[in-house]
């Protein structure tokens, strides 16, 4: 799994490579130092993002840990229509057998909120075949105050949880497939502990 796809997450993280950060596949031509004329994604894309995904979440370093950018309408879907024009994104998986994942990401833009982020999975979630949204909230998980979006697609249950990051104009999330509060509590902290 990948963490560039910024789409779905909350819609199967099974999938998260192409769900939480971009939904754009790595391409021959990303470059991202240029323009950005089409989305993508790669390993040490953007470092100083990867900088701000925690080393370490259930005692070991993420399966994959990638970063890149949105610049497409269809990639950036509502965060379009709130005046974003380019998304840029880092993001870590781990994976826990069968359905069981996490994926922390952290994203970024000038003027970005977490409102925006939050917004942006709420309506992916709904467009989405198969998935219901079940739950939507403001918390208090992990020592933060997020936004929480649950869904379930058939039997496996999703959480999205959304806050702003101390960094200017950055969002963190936390994305899950089938694990408990507890642990979406210790990826959360994972981020202040980072």
């Not at 199967?12 to 769900?19: E, G, M, R, S, W």
């Not at 979440?57 to 879907?77: F, H, M």
């Not at 840029?88 to 826990?96: D, E, I, K, L, N």
């Not at 003027?111 to 739950?135: E, H, I, M, P, W």
Request: glycine residues 8%; aromatic residues 6%; contains cysteine.
């Amino acid at each position: 799994m990948r963490a560039h796809a910024f789409a779905a997450v909350a819609l199967d993280i099974v999938v998260l490579a192409c769900t939480l950060a971009a939904c754009s596949a790595p391409s021959a031509s990303f470059d991202p130092t240029g323009a950005c004329t089409a989305d993508g994604s790669a390993p040490g894309a953007y470092p100083d993002l990867e900088a701000l995904i925690p080393s370490t979440y259930q005692e070991r370093a993420p399966d994959t840990l990638d970063s890149g950018r949105n610049c497409t309408g269809e990639n950036l879907g509502t965060l379009a229509s709130a005046g974003i024009t380019e998304v840029r994104f880092a993001g870590g998986t781990w994976g826990f057998g069968g359905n069981r994942a996490a994926a922390l990401v952290v994203f970024q833009a000038p003027g970005l909120t977490s409102d925006a982020v939050a917004d942006f999975y709420t309506a992916s979630a709904k467009a989405a075949n198969r998935t219901t949204v079940t739950g939507e909230s403001k918390v208090t998980m992990g020592g933060q105050t997020v936004r929480r979006m649950d869904s379930s697609t058939g039997e496996r249950q999703q959480t999205v949880v959304v806050w702003p990051s101390s960094t200017p104009d950055t969002v963190n999330v936390v994305l899950t497939n089938d694990l408990p509060d507890p642990r979406i509590e210790d990826a959360i902290a994972a981020f202040a502990a980072s």
